[in-house]
């Protein structure tokens, strides 16, 4: 089963607490953070700030704007005193412990503002963001205090292939990782200087959601998986487990880009998986865009199919990058053409191509 990531919080702070006791006698607060302005006392706390932020976005699904509350462990408020080494331990098994919750309770469709890209995020990314937090500045702690430290790969790949769908994976997740965030160099990758994350795209219409998928579920699906989607009865098709193994493909070979890969069509009425969607690749050099979908067999004959690709058109057709789009359907499959028909595709001409396909454009 396809994990939502509340056990890989727990795990990743677990280890960082583990890290940092043994360093108790230290003075933190004067000792910098590896390449950071920070002192390792103030990392520390940003990472405790972020649990605890990633925890209530989730949990309270805010919209538009980040919960306005921060955390202090120095005693500003209440009238305590300032937190010890001992103390900031405390903090970040409390807050760890409180995101792991958030995540592994959280309803499958829950999601919360935040910025990068899309302007929201899900349970496995905000899961996926608050173990990056930990792992990376753990290292840039360690650096400060002199430590050694390496996360077990499978936290560091869970994050890669949640938030970093770019990223072209390595043999090693945890140096790809570090690479990604500018931390190290990869063999044969120049060195970077800015990076950020990608959470998953979702697009709305009146009953559907159209759910970006990571190459996490992508492997998933392509593998008899179901994503981490409730499927309708017959769910997936067979053309979405093949949209994923393409996506697995193009993430494999660095090229995905995740606006551009599969969406799983989601019923918002009762959060059930109907269908797929998406792109074969990125537009070419002429802003050419291929286009295909899917439905399981109890979904059809009731307009998910236009209505999501409407949207997804709409939505492709607005950017500066795409000048048309393009489908091909079976010539005898007459409900297929006539949802290219009501989105407003029309035939490229009368002759079929090479696999017997008719072709068909829309333009804006």
């Avoid at 899961?127 to 792992?135: K, N, R, T």
Wanted: aromatic share 8%; net charge negative; glycine share 12%.
């Amino acid at each position: 089963m396809l994990s939502t990531g509340g056990d890989e919080v727990t795990e990743a702070v677990a280890g960082l607490v583990a890290l940092l006791r043994p360093a108790l006698d230290r003075d933190w607060a004067k000792t910098g953070a590896g390449p950071l302005e920070w002192s390792c006392r103030r990392t520390a706390e940003h990472i405790a700030s972020d649990l605890i932020a990633y925890a209530g976005q989730l949990a309270g699904q805010a919209k538009s704007a980040y919960v306005p509350f921060l955390i202090s462990i120095d005693g500003r408020e209440g009238g305590l005193a300032p937190a010890d080494n001992a103390g900031i331990l405390d903090v970040l098994t409390t807050t760890g412990a409180l995101l792991g919750a958030a995540v592994r309770t959280a309803p499958r469709n829950a999601r919360g503002f935040h910025p990068y890209p899309f302007r929201s995020a899900n349970r496995e990314g905000f899961a996926a963001m608050g173990i990056a937090e930990v792992l990376l500045h753990a290292y840039d702690i360690a650096q400060g205090l002199d430590l050694a430290y390496e996360p077990p790969a499978h936290l560091a790949e869970f994050v890669l292939t949640r938030i970093f769908p770019e990223v072209r994976p390595g043999p090693d997740p945890w140096q790809t990782l570090l690479w990604a965030t500018g931390r190290a160099d990869l063999p044969g990758r120049p060195r970077l200087t800015e990076w950020h994350w990608t959470n998953n795209h979702v697009l709305d219409t009146t009953r559907l959601r159209l759910e970006g998928v990571s190459p996490a579920a992508a492997a998933d699906l392509s593998t008899g998986g179901t994503g981490g989607f409730d499927w309708i009865e017959g769910g997936p098709f067979d053309g979405t487990r093949e949209a994923a193994g393409m996506v697995g493909k193009a993430y494999e070979a660095g090229v995905h880009r995740p606006e551009f890969g599969l969406y799983v069509l989601v019923r918002r009425e009762d959060d059930r998986a109907v269908g797929g969607i998406g792109f074969h690749g990125v537009p070419d050099e002429d802003g050419k865009a291929e286009i295909g979908y899917d439905l399981a067999e109890a979904a059809r004959g009731n307009g998910y199919a236009t209505e999501a690709l409407r949207k997804l058109a709409e939505w492709a057709l607005a950017r500066d990058d795409v000048r048309s789009l393009f489908a091909t359907v079976e010539p005898h499959n007459t409900p297929s053409q006539a949802v290219i028909a009501r989105a407003g595709f029309t035939k490229v001409s009368e002759e079929l191509d090479e696999e017997g396909l008719q072709a068909y454009e829309l333009r804006p």
